[in-house]
């Protein structure tokens, strides 16, 4: 039987295939927000219909308490959730370069935009090297130049390098806040972890985040209630940062800028999701407060719970 190539196993997308790059580099935001919620969703897709244990070994008071996983579908959906969220980050990477591709050329576009003090300000914060490979594959091709130097660029999984990249371009802006960079950090460490040190969290690894002090020579294991949660906190990561350099680009743009023009900017700038709920950020004291209403409601029988604001 003749040996199969690795390359001869990838299949042809089929047409409801969620995103592409071209999505990307129209709408980074949109086209990750999106991606974010088809893999949550794949994870509970998984959680609802892995097999579970035929009774469970103390019965749970409450009604809706479900039958435990078997051993294997328990260890399934734990080595899958790893492996989301690396596919989480790795799409969000993608949106950090194309979003920053984008905003790039759209530069083009703002009035006596002083391209080599930008140039140098982007040299003085990334060590730039031009890859002529990376160049040669473009032959033939119309290739943005904000592509070229976002594929250039190290540091994407450093939220204060990525920061140092806006910067450079757009006037000391900060792409991501303080509070973004510490989650940020986390979920890149983590990926980190998972995908270069065999899914452990060494010591020096934990020794590098806050968060993850004394977690040193452990696992990662992890369930699709973390999935859920990394999209959901990641939504209005996303929708802030791509707010933050919407209205520093926005405020420099001519007024008799052509509208094919406006609506790339536009589209370039768009945030939508699949989950507009996810989009709002709720603190924790209101999460608490939201918890105790229902629970209240449910002890004085009422059906339904009024929503307050």
Not at 4 to 33: C, H, V
Not at 123 to 130: G, M
Not at 175 to 190: E, G, I, M, T, Y
């Amino acid at each position: 039987m003749p040996k199969k190539s690795f390359a001869s196993y990838i299949q042809e997308a089929p047409d409801w295939w969620s995103t592409s790059l071209p999505e990307y580099g129209q709408s980074p935001a949109s086209a990750f927000l999106k991606e974010a919620v088809h893999l949550s969703d794949a994870v509970n897709h998984c959680k609802r219909h892995f097999p579970r244990k035929k009774t469970a070994k103390k019965p749970s008071t409450k009604r809706t308490a479900k039958k435990p996983f078997t051993k294997d579908s328990q260890d399934s959906l734990n080595r899958l959730c790893a492996a989301t969220l690396a596919a989480i980050m790795g799409h969000f990477e993608t949106y950090e370069r194309f979003l920053f591709a984008g905003a790039f050329e759209a530069t083009r576009l703002v009035p006596g935009f002083d391209m080599s003090a930008c140039c140098k300000r982007l040299e003085k914060a990334a060590s730039l090297s031009i890859d002529v490979g990376l160049l040669a594959a473009y032959r033939g091709q119309p290739a943005p130049i904000g592509q070229l130097l976002a594929d250039n660029l190290v540091g994407w999984h450093d939220p204060q390098r990525v920061n140092s990249f806006f910067a450079a371009v757009f006037d000391n802006l900060s792409l991501f806040s303080n509070a973004d960079s510490d989650d940020l950090l986390v979920l890149w460490q983590l990926r980190h972890s998972i995908v270069h040190s065999a899914g452990w969290i060494t010591r020096p690894d934990a020794q590098k985040i806050k968060q993850l002090h004394g977690l040193g020579d452990k696992p990662i294991v992890l369930g699709p209630t973390f999935v859920v949660a990394v999209a959901r906190r990641l939504h209005p990561i996303v929708s802030g940062a791509t707010s933050r350099l919407s209205a520093r680009l926005k405020a420099r743009l001519p007024d008799d800028l052509s509208q094919e023009q406006r609506d790339q900017v536009s589209q370039l700038l768009d945030v939508t999701t699949p989950r507009k709920s996810w989009l709002k950020r709720v603190s924790k004291r209101r999460r608490v407060a939201k918890q105790r209403r229902k629970k209240a409601a449910r002890k004085a029988g009422r059906k339904k719970v009024t929503k307050t604001t």
